[in-house]
């Protein structure tokens, strides 16, 4: 029976005192719901590229969050302190990452845009390329070869019997006129 109601007394006690969870004070030196999005978005971009290829992220010589700290202009501790407030505020802290979740889709956005962009110009680059071997390919023929030798032949006579010289052929200098 003492087993019992030192058992049920711990689970009494265990129980109140999970009940008594003090919320943190809001800190002098909160940082803004909006700083607050930024930094969140940057902290996580930075963690995303060191996850992505660690040997890479660390060749860049960034130290992840000791960039974003100097960046905003804060500390770690003025940042633990914001962020305990805000996860104790579950409104705020769900609006804050809300708005962190909607930043990244817009810059999926843009960079599916800027990725369709891209191959829409390599595309064009690569038809182009592809138009003007046609196009040597085209002259090539033996046949056009043959026109073709005829007036260019036929042009040279006729620059010939003009007796242009190059110098003849500049235009005249304005302090002549």
């Known amino acids: 029976m003492l087993k019992k109601i030192i058992l ?9 005192a999970c009940q008594d969870i003090e919320n943190s004070e ?3 030196n909160l940082i803004p719901e909006e700083k607050m999005v930024d930094i969140i978005t940057e902290i996580s971009l930075l963690q995303s590229a060191r996850n992505f290829s660690k040997r890479i992220y660390e060749s860049t010589g960034i ?3 000791e960039y974003v700290f100097e960046k905003y202009n804060i500390d770690s ?7 305990d407030y805000y996860a104790d505020n579950y409104e705020t802290y769900q ?3 809300d708005s962190v979740k909607e930043g990244f889709e817009r810059m999926k956005v843009k960079l599916d845009t800027l990725q369709k962009q891209e191959k829409h110009i390599e595309d064009s680059i690569a038809q182009a390329k592809k138009d003007s071997l046609k196009k040597v390919a085209d002259s090539l023929d033996p ?5 073709l030798e005829g007036v260019s032949d036929s042009l040279i006579e006729e620059k010939d ?8 052929s ?3 200098p304005m302090s002549r006129n």
């Open 8 to 16: 049920l007394f711990s689970i009494a006690v265990a129980f109140i």
């Open 26 to 28: 809001k800190p002098e």
């Open 63 to 65: 130290k992840g969050q």
């Open 77 to 83: 501790i003025q940042f633990k302190r914001s962020n």
């Open 95 to 97: 609006r804050i990452y």
């Open 143 to 147: 046949e056009l070869e043959r026109e």
């Open 161 to 168: 019997s003009l007796n242009i010289t190059p110098i003849d």
């Open 170 to 172: 500049l235009p005249t």
